[in-house]
């Protein structure tokens, strides 16, 4: 269980999809896909491996081939040696590899950047209507320095959108 | 695993010439999906239905059985075979034999059929060598010698002999629910669903080609597309289903009316959990008929260590439910935890089950 992070990775799924990109989702084994329609996500090109049990790694190396963005959820802390393979491919490729990661078991490479849920608020009415989220962002280059932003997810028109 | 009746025409398993064989495969279907919805035509000869919420509204397995049987002989004039068994492999198998097996006998069914059922002469042949003879003695082997003896393709059939996979390659035939559009004349509609089969550019190449790798490397069942259908939850609006089959080449990904109203859960379990709701006084929280709650949630109880405080609950919301199970009472209920966390739960009476999680 978690703060948002899903929903805040998923956004970004959604802008390169409003874009006729191709994207996959590995290792998310239970993903919400209403929910990534109400987050502006185009089903018609996304791939899902929702279990891809021992080989995770693999099947997004297949899939960073031939998708312009691949979100992974390695289902227990990921080794340094695929996670750098991984990202050779993605560099290779010119492709974006989203990785969800618990604190726990991080990501085991520095990332060009990197989002950290920190807080998180409801806004409900009647039911819940959307959700601030408090994300720390670091990372190299501009970002080295850290920045915290708030961003709503979903915003009015169903995207996360910063504050 | 769910059980699926399969109805075996054999009067259907063969194209004739004149088109006759197309068309009275689509009237049947259609007769079918009237009778049991989510009926699939797998291929020519073979058809699929999941068993569950027809036998609850017809009233037991063999009343459906019966409604099926008159059904194929009202449209096709001849008695079809068929079985019940779980997953697609075991289903046609049952329907070839006729047999009915019972729940969660399955995998003993599969193990004790001959080694031709997996359709490889070259296999049977290699294995009666070295005295193997059932689908049971196959799948004993370790996978790495499977690697080490045979070809590649023996290893995605060890894991249909294991039961890892649910169909064997090549039982669907991934044309028909395509051509069987076009005999509808719904070939527009259907080319519009589809990002695969409308209009592709060099992105769309890319991506089949990525998906046969993952497909080769995981098997049939592991590479999925999205599709979404009718119900009033988000937990049964959208599925996944195995990219190249007939429901992810005729699924519907309109949006549908009369759902609960976004946000969505970000997760939304396939196999919703079984979880206890306790008021402030430590008392189990109870929908009545009119939907009302005994009191208001003030803990939710996972498994008996875990428990975590309720701050906030929103619903219940009654749901109308689908056409066989119309008698159900159920109703969505959203909370948020102390931790921050939130919830989409479904009650049905006394009982409460965590659908989706807003993560």
């Not at chain 1, 492709?95 to 807080?119: C, G, K, M, N, Y």
């Not at chain 2, 063999?62 to 409604?67: E, P, Q, R, Y």
């Not at chain 2, 393709?153 to 395509?178: I, K, N, S, Y």
């Amino acid at each position: 269980m978690g703060l948002g992070g899903l929903s805040l990775a998923l956004s970004l799924v959604s802008e390169a999809s409003a874009q006729g990109h191709w994207a996959a989702v590995v290792g998310v084994d239970d993903p919400g896909v209403v929910a990534m329609v109400e987050l502006g996500v185009d089903l018609r090109r996304v791939l899902f491996v929702p279990r891809p049990r021992g080989a995770w790694a693999e099947s997004a190396a297949d899939l960073l081939d031939g998708v312009d963005l691949v979100l992974v959820r390695p289902p227990s802390r990921a080794g340094l040696i695929a996670a750098r393979r991984l990202m050779d491919r993605v560099r290779e490729r010119g492709t974006v590899l989203i990785a969800l990661s618990e604190p726990r078991a991080p990501w085991p490479l520095p990332a060009d950047l990197f989002f950290r849920v920190t807080q998180a608020e409801w806004v409900a009415s009647s039911k819940l209507d959307a959700r601030y989220l408090t994300v720390h962002v670091s990372g190299r280059g501009e970002a080295q320095r850290g920045s915290e932003h708030v961003v709503v997810v979903p915003n009015r028109r169903g995207r996360a959108e910063a504050n | 695993m769910e059980q699926f009746l399969a109805v075996w025409v054999d009067a259907l398993a063969l194209e004739q010439p004149d088109g006759s064989t197309l068309r009275d495969t689509l009237v049947l279907l259609d007769a079918l999906d009237a009778l049991c919805p989510f009926t699939e035509a797998v291929r020519l000869g073979l058809f699929v239905l999941p068993l569950r919420g027809p036998s609850r509204f017809f009233g037991g397995d063999a009343a459906v059985l019966d409604m099926v049987r008159q059904c194929v002989l009202d449209v096709v004039g001849v008695a079809p075979k068929l079985g019940v068994a779980e997953g697609l492999f075991c289903a046609e198998l049952a329907a070839q034999r006729e047999v009915i097996v019972p729940r969660g006998a399955s995998d003993a069914f599969r193990r004790a059929q001959p080694l031709e059922v997996l359709g490889r002469k070259d296999l049977t042949t290699t294995c009666s060598r070295l005295g193997l003879h059932t689908v049971g003695a196959f799948a004993d082997l370790a996978s790495a010698r499977v690697g080490e003896r045979f070809n590649k393709h023996a290893l995605t059939l060890h894991r249909v002999a294991c039961g890892e996979l649910t169909e064997l390659e090549g039982q669907r035939d991934p044309r028909l629910a395509r051509r069987l559009a076009q005999l509808r004349g719904e070939e527009e509609f259907f080319d519009e669903q589809q990002g695969f089969f409308g209009q592709r550019g060099a992105g769309d190449d890319r991506a089949e080609a990525a998906a046969h790798r993952v497909r080769r490397r995981l098997g049939a069942d592991a590479i999925a597309v999205a599709s979404l259908h009718g119900g009033r939850g988000p937990e049964d609006q959208g599925t996944l289903v195995p990219w190249g089959s007939p429901q992810a080449q005729a699924r519907d990904l309109a949006p549908w009316p009369g759902r609960l109203a976004a946000p969505s859960p970000a997760t939304t379990l396939a196999h919703p959990a079984p979880v206890q709701l306790r008021d402030a006084a430590n008392r189990p929280v109870v929908m009545d008929a009119r939907g009302t709650l005994s009191a208001e949630p003030a803990a939710v109880l996972f498994s008996s260590p875990l428990r975590r405080e309720v701050v906030w609950y929103a619903g219940p919301w009654p749901l109308v439910e689908r056409w066989w199970t119309r008698r159900r009472r159920r109703a969505h209920l959203q909370l948020v935890l102390a931790t921050g966390e939130a919830l989409l739960m479904v009650a049905e009476s006394s009982r409460w089950w965590l659908v989706g999680i807003y993560d």
